[in-house]
Every structure is written in C-alpha cells, then in structure tokens.
C-alpha cells in the first residue's frame, strides 16, 4: 500500500463556477455602487475600496497556496530522507 498522497485536480466545471460567480459578485458590487445615491467622491471611494479587497483576496489566495505547496515539498523531502535511512538500515550489522 502507498502512502504518496493523491493531488487532488479541480474539474473545469468547478473553475468555470468559480469564475462565474467571482465575476457575479464583483459585476453586482459595482452595480450597486454606480446606483447608490451618493456623491462621485464616495462612489469613487468604495470603488477603490473594492479594488483593493480584490487585489488582497488574490495575494492571500496565493500566499496561502505557496505555503501550502512548501510544505508538501518539504513533506516529500522528510519522507525521502527516511525511507534511504530505513533502506540502509542493517538490523544484523555488527558494531565496530
């Protein structure tokens, strides 16, 4: 029996969900800050405002996948490391 994890692939049905409904949910946002009934400076704002929680949704979404693949590496490293020392391993050896 193998102990190597299984990768796991997203289907392109979920990757196209995912999109759809990020690109619903930042279409509805801007609607709803185009109609609100404040001045230009205050829909600008939230506009900006929007942008930014964007951009840092994306650089945590990557940060927290980085991590995530770094301790899979290093996990991988481990497991090498210990399979060549079990490997080289002679229970019947004599000490010398």
């Known amino acids: 029996m193998s102990d190597t994890p299984v990768k796991q692939q997203n289907t392109a049905a979920f990757y196209g969900q995912a999109v759809a409904s990020f690109g619903l949910a930042l279409t509805a946002v801007c609607v709803g800050i185009y109609r609100l009934d ?4 205050i829909r600008a704002f939230l506009a ?3 942008l ?3 951009t840092s949704a994306f ?3 990557k ?13 991988r ?18 000490v010398a």
Do not use: C, M, N
Not at 38 to 41: E, I, T, V
Not at 63 to 75: F, H, L, M
């Open 52 to 54: 930014y929680l964007t």
């Open 63 to 75: 940060v927290v996948r980085d991590r995530q693949e770094a301790g899979q590496i290093v996990s």
């Open 77 to 94: 490293v481990d497991q090498a490391r210990l399979e060549k020392i079990l490997a080289e391993h002679d229970p019947f050896r004599p």
């Open 48 to 50: 900006v405002s929007v």
């Open 38 to 41: 404040a001045s230009g400076w």
């Open 59 to 61: 650089t945590l979404a």
